[in-house]
């Protein structure tokens, strides 16, 4: 019975001891430049959000009619960030896309973004609670806040072509920019550049 619980032990501590071995890294973690294109799983990544966002952001700015709305209202245009959806067949965080298009966009200095409607409602309470604690000289006003001219919106789409081991991937990224006043479009970009060839190893039995 001794024999056997000590047999026991001794299994139990090579389970274990081989369980560590398994989760230690095989090799050291490489930084690399955060340009640098790397694609492991074919899927979506960071270089294809670099290369959307360069080119849609290019597109609008450049945009005639970005132009005239601006020289229409004697100011920069304002503009508030909507959804991008993701009508894939994968997880994509389109907040990271809409975010770079608004940083890219105010960095430019040819248009100002005010907060989306899901922050408002913190900067509203910060505003409520300095109504009773902050001095009358830095207190900020009530319906004061600067009203949007444009609404941003945007969504994610892929066409998945496969036969056998082999599939294409093709992403569609749409980008519209709407007057909120008279719900008319005033740009449209697309952007249909990010394609991949995946090649899965054959399963032999």
Not at 72 to 94: A, K, Q, Y
Request: net charge negative; proline share 2%.
């Amino acid at each position: 019975m001794k024999n056997r619980f000590i047999l026991l032990a001794a299994l139990v501590m090579l389970c274990l001891v081989f369980s560590s071995c398994g989760s230690t890294p095989s090799a050291p973690v490489a930084r690399v430049d955060a340009n640098t294109q790397i694609d492991l799983s074919g899927y979506w990544n960071d270089t294809d959000v670099r290369i959307v966002c360069e080119t849609l952001v290019d597109e609008c700015l450049n945009s005639p009619r970005i132009a005239q709305a601006a020289s229409r209202r004697g100011d920069l245009p304002v503009i508030i960030v909507g959804s991008f959806r993701n009508d894939s067949d994968e997880h994509i965080d389109t907040s990271i896309i809409s975010r770079r298009m608004e940083v890219a966009i105010v960095n430019s200095g040819l248009a100002d973004f005010v907060a989306s409607s899901s922050e408002r409602g913190e900067i509203r309470e910060e505003r409520a609670d300095q109504q009773s604690w902050a001095s009358d000289d830095t207190v900020t006003e009530y319906a004061n806040e600067t009203g949007a001219d444009f609404f941003l919106t945007g969504s994610v789409k892929t066409i998945v072509d496969q036969a056998g081991n082999q599939a294409v991937r093709t992403y569609f990224v749409y980008a519209e920019l709407t007057d909120i006043e008279s719900n008319r479009r005033v740009w449209m970009g697309e952007n249909d550049s990010i394609k991949k060839v995946i090649t899965r190893p054959s399963v032999k039995f």
